[in-house]
């Protein structure tokens, strides 16, 4: 899930307090069970389907951005 | 961990062996650090509940930067204090080492196998970590 280029660079982020526990926490726990859920789904998935939610996740976050921008 | 189980302590481990020992590594790692995680999230909302219900303490929070635990000691202290940050952030410190444990079982193992040139290109990458993490700490 973690490169060790990327671990080589977090642990500076650590020491100089630079990670936030309450947003990494949840972003870590999404990753793992998305990385290890997803390449078990992934060979029994069909490609068009897997667009389909790819774009509409996507446009879910677009509009949110948006959303926030703007308000 | 050993370099290769099932394999005699005087065989060395075949490339196979190898893998397996670094993806059971890898395995255990981000297994372990999950479990924290969750713990530590558990705790939090349980401990701090307030953090999660308003956008504004949130925000607070996380503008008083100070109030991370940054360094080994204070995760340990948070962690025996029951501050769910403290966990989370025990957790992730876990995430990241895990490639750094995975690096650390390839290196033992090609140094079993008296595979020279891997050994000393492990050798090499954890020094460079080592390196990074020891200049973060001396710049930070």
Redesign the interface.
């Known amino acids: 899930m973690i490169g060790l280029t990327a671990a080589a660079s977090a642990v500076v982020y650590f020491a100089r307090g630079d990670i936030d526990p309450l947003i990494a926490g949840p972003v870590a726990i999404g990753v793992l069970v998305g990385a290890t859920q997803g390449s078990k789904w992934l060979a029994g998935i069909r490609a068009d389907r897997l667009r389909l939610l790819f774009v509409s996740v996507l446009g879910v976050v677009a509009v949110q951005m948006i959303w926030k921008g703007v308000g | 961990m050993p370099p290769a189980r099932g394999a005699g302590a005087l065989t060395p481990p075949s490339p196979r062996d190898v893998r397996a020992a670094v993806g059971k590594v890898l395995h255990l790692g981000?297994l372990v650090?999950?479990g924290i995680?969750?713990t530590?999230?558990v705790v939090?909302l349980v401990d701090e509940p307030k953090?999660f219900d308003s956008h504004a303490a949130?925000q607070a929070?996380?503008r008083a930067?100070?109030g991370?635990?940054?360094?080994f000691a204070a995760v340990w202290d948070g962690i025996w204090r029951g501050s769910g940050?403290?966990i989370?952030?025990a957790?992730?410190?876990v995430?990241?080492?895990?490639?750094?444990a995975g690096?650390v079982t390839s290196a033992v193992a090609f140094a079993r196998r008296r595979d020279r040139l891997f050994t000393a290109i492990s050798t090499s990458?954890l020094s460079?970590?080592l390196v990074?993490?020891l200049?973060?700490?001396l710049l930070?």
Do not use: K, N, Q
Request: glycine letters at 12%.
């Open positions: 981000v650090s999950a995680l969750l530590g999230y939090g953090w949130e929070h996380l930067r100070a991370f635990p940054h360094s940050e403290a989370i952030v957790g992730l410190l995430l990241i080492l895990t490639p750094v690096l990458v460079v970590i990074s993490f200049l973060g700490r930070g």
